[in-house]
């Protein structure tokens, strides 16, 4: 029994339109999901990721309007790390970041960057066998874009801490001193701890949990293997599009063990992902308040690839 690699990774945005902008826009991302935050459906929960919204490539962020930048610290993810096929993937998106004002650095073969709410973000030639996770940007070409998740950074003041709950009860391998990877037959993800004793603060800007894919048959057991390694996991949650369990691990990073199924494609189709506001049903006697209250946001179709010549700015 394995975890599938990274699921998803949640953030925070204190500006969702500004957001769309740059994760739709900038980075080629397809808007695979406009859907609120199940604990609190005042605010948005938006889905970046590939054309089919496939686990692996799931970016997403709760908007919290206005809310002030944070800082990562220990406990917290501070940078997301994709994959990118080519050296030349890297020289474009340094073009491409430079050209949006967004300064990026070459970095031990990696090109390092902050959005503009200052969440961290690393692109990294990988050579794995896991399938590409792509979208289908215009302005992008698909042998340029980011591939999918290839592993967290994440601060701890003790890289010690977590290692006896990823090896042993979530079968983490270990692959460096301060890294380690879920690896199932599909996919794999890696987890790196970087030394820090500064404390965080969460805020736009910041990662508020990483997610862990397994399969929906094998949930309940890594929970009780959770649980037995001394975590102390949620009762399994149905998010409708995924089923969820949250907990701490030592080092005090949020995770969470999310399903492979349903998918994103359980109340709208593939063709239109991201297009209207989807809720859970229930949620949807909200339709009308929330469609009112929500902030506006920009229609990403303009910035998506119409055939395999069309090209927007």
Known sequence: MKLEGIHH??????????????????LGLRLIKKTVNQDDPTVYHLFYGDEEGAPGNDLTFFEYPGAARGRAGA???HRVVWRVGSPEALEFWARRLGDEGI?????DGALIFAEPEGLEHELAVTDVADAPLVAHAAGVPDELALQGFDAVRAFTADPEASRPL????????????????????QRGGRIVYDVTDRGGVPGAGTVHHVAWATHTDEQEQWRERALAAGARPTPVIDRFYFRSVYFREPSGVLFELATIGPG??????????GERLALPPDYESMRDR????????PDTQRWRRASETSDVP
Request: hydrophobic share 40%; net charge negative.
């Open 166 to 185: 990823l090896e042993e009860a979530l079968a983490f391998e270990p692959r460096s001193e301060r890294e380690l990877e879920a690896r199932g037959t």
């Open 290 to 297: 929330l469609e009112q209250t929500l902030t506006p946001l």
């Open 75 to 77: 406990g917290m993810v």
């Open 264 to 273: 994103f494609t359980a109340d709208e189709p593939l063709e239109t992902l």
């Open 103 to 107: 300064e990026a650095r070459l970095e």
């Open 9 to 26: 990774i949640t953030a925070i945005t204190g500006d969702a339109p500004g957001n769309v902008d740059f994760y739709a826009r900038v």
